[in-house]
């Protein structure tokens, strides 16, 4: 049994007050190792005991209020999509993608959050997601579990960025760590957020411009108040432009000095096979450019042996604050963190929201992932650009520009009800005139009248059904990685394309899930640059910053990435019997009823 430290507030930063029946530590340090110090906020009953710890350690400011500046669109949509999230709170506490301690602390839990170094609170270079930054998560696990105020049970709850940062200190196994809701956080930053099929996305770029460099610790007096403190959320000090741009590494710039999946890269990669704890990890449908291939992938192959999905559709942030997402959250730490016989443990470790067009869903529980009765079939890329369920029979060849709208091909109305739900992927036989080409695949949904079927998407309005990309000359697989569903690529090397010869690519596509009304169409977009919704937009998606007609901000445009001389040619695509081009789909025929089976 570690031994549990009598930690009294600690120095002149430092200050507790009482509210809201939470006794709260402000600006707690916590010292690393190499002597750093970090803070933390703590919020926990004001009755004297032992208590088991929620905890989130990442880059957002933890004094940063989410309905403030920065975040006050997305919390305007997250109210008008979830009034509940006004009730049973204050909201004074609310923070961005953390959880609300007003919600945990009546439950005699203690909640910690924690800034990284160089950003909210925290002195130090400002570097994210770094090894050195997924050490200190464990040293912040460890700090917690060894307060006198804790039973020594942590578990790490947040959204994205914590998410990542629960994952990663998973894998590195603290003592104090008993369980982990990973909530739409990726694995393998390489290929599931900086790289799409070794594509840069320029979604990092805006992504430190806009959330992370104005809370960099000495933005101090430029930076928003906390207003339960009326302190900066950003540090004491207010420091120079030119000492917060020495104290910062801009990521983009680093992504893009790394092309291929190299030790850079593998550094920050989760290691899933020493992931072992209880764990959740609860993907977004409609997330396909960042986060949900790390929460299927961190499910399939993290070694715990208590471990549970859950898939959802909405915004990045709706389901994680509604009362649906409450109620999973509590009743997954109220059994690994208090022993509570709740029957979660009995629950179906797979759990999916059914996705229907209108943003219907319907909560079903399987057993595995992929679904073990998918019936996988090849929907063929015919001449006339159909898909067809039988191979094609003539040989053609369909030019496209290189970086523009490409070709559609789209299957006969389906004559009844169809369910697809899980991994997809496609098998294409191109050549190009030049010696690379990228390859933009958009999986899509039409209704009778032809019209395109969209949905919310994690961080954009409108999302087709999934997303699949490669860079032609990355197409090297790894065999013994490699699934007929999710084709893996090392992203390595390069492969250059000899001009009019004709290469075979398998393409990853992200999971997917969608009930097909009788009549509508599934078509295939193979395109030559990013997606492009085209349907009318409402106020959110006009404004909001990531809104971008469809990808949500992870776009692929970056110049010195594709430059036109490269990228900018012919592609053909080729079709017929010597070149099955073809899209592999999960049809999911209706689930065998038990009697048993029930939503615990």
């Known amino acids: 049994m570690t031994e549990m430290v009598d930690d009294p507030v600690g120095d002149e930063l430092t200050f507790s007050e009482e509210a809201e029946g939470m006794r709260i530590d402000w600006q707690v340090p916590i010292e690393m190792p190499d002597g750093a110090v970090l803070r933390a906020d703590v919020f926990r009953p004001i009755e004297e005991g032992r208590y088991p710890v929620i905890l989130s350690h990442g880059v957002y400011a933890k004094g940063l209020p989410f309905n403030g500046p920065i975040y006050q669109m997305q919390w305007d949509k997250l109210v008008a999509k979830d009034p509940s999230v006004l ?54 696990v460890e700090w917690a579990g060894t307060r006198v105020w804790s039973t020594g049970r942590v578990g790490i709850l947040g959204i994205s960025y914590y998410a990542v940062m629960g994952w990663a200190a998973a894998s590195l196994q603290p003592e104090h760590l008993s369980a982990l809701m990973a909530w739409e956080g990726f694995t393998d930053p390489y290929r599931d957020a900086y790289y799409h099929g070794g594509i840069l996305s320029e979604f990092t770029k805006r992504w430190q411009e806009r959330q992370i460099n104005p809370i960099q610790y000495g933005q101090g007096e430029r930076a928003p108040v906390n207003p339960n403190t009326g302190q900066s959320v950003a540090g004491p ?24 999946c190299d030790v850079w890269h593998a550094d920050r990669t989760i290691d899933l096979s020493r992931v072992s704890v209880p764990f959740l990890s609860a993907a977004n449908w409609g997330g396909q450019g960042i986060h949900p291939r790390g929460n299927f992938n961190g499910f399939t192959e993290a070694a715990s042996e208590q471990k549970w999905l859950e898939v959802h559709g909405d915004t990045h942030w709706t389901h994680f604050y509604s009362a649906y997402g409450r109620d999973l959250q509590k009743r ?6 208090k022993d509570e016989d709740n029957g979660f443990d009995r629950t179906p470790r797979v759990q999916l929201n059914i996705r229907r067009p209108g943003e219907r869903f319907e909560w079903r529980g399987e057993d595995e992932w992929p679904l073990a009765r998918t019936r996988w079939t090849d929907y063929n890329l015919q001449p006339d650009r159909s898909l067809g369920l039988h191979p094609a029979t003539e040989s053609t060849a369909l030019d496209y520009e290189a970086m523009g709208e490409g070709l559609r091909f789209t299957t006969e109305p389906f004559p009844a009800e169809t369910e697809v739900t899980g991994p997809l992927a496609a098998k294409l036989f191109v050549s190009s005139s030049t010696a690379d080409a990228d390859l933009f695949l958009i999986v899509q949904l039409f209704d009778p009248d032809g019209a395109e079927v969209t949905f919310e998407g994690s961080t954009d309005p409108n999302t087709p059904i999934a997303n699949g990309w490669l860079r032609a000359s990355h197409r090297a697989l790894d065999p013994e990685r490699s699934l007929p569903w999710r084709p893996y690529h090392p992203h390595d090397r390069i492969e250059p394309l000899e001009p009019g010869e004709i290469y075979e690519l398998d393409i990853e596509i992200v999971p997917t899930c969608v009930v097909v009304p009788e009549g509508y169409r599934l078509g295939l977009w193979i395109r030559g640059r990013d997606y492009e919704y085209r349907g009318p937009l409402d106020e ?8 971008t007609r469809g990808t949500g901000g992870m776009t692929h445009a970056d110049p010195d990435n594709r430059p036109v001389e490269v990228f900018g040619g012919t592609v053909t695509l080729h079709i017929g019997p010597e070149h099955p081009s073809r899209l592999l789909i999960p049809v999911v025929p209706e689930k065998p009823r038990r009697p048993s089976a029930r939503h615990v």
């Open 87 to 140: 009730e049973g709170s204050t909201n004074r506490y609310q923070a961005w993608e953390v959880t609300d301690p007003e919600r945990w602390v009546p439950h005699d839990y203690a909640v910690v959050r924690v800034d990284s170094r160089g950003a909210g609170w925290s002195p130090g270079v400002l570097w994210p997601r770094t090894p050195l930054e997924y050490d200190d998560i464990t040293h912040s």
């Open 540 to 547: 959110y998606g006009e404004t909001f910053y990531y809104a």
């Open 237 to 260: 000090v207010t420091l120079t432009e030119h000492v917060l741009e020495r104290d910062r590494v801009e990521s983009f710039p680093e992504i893009k000095a790394h092309p291929f």
């Open 332 to 337: 997954f730490f109220d059994h690994f963190l």
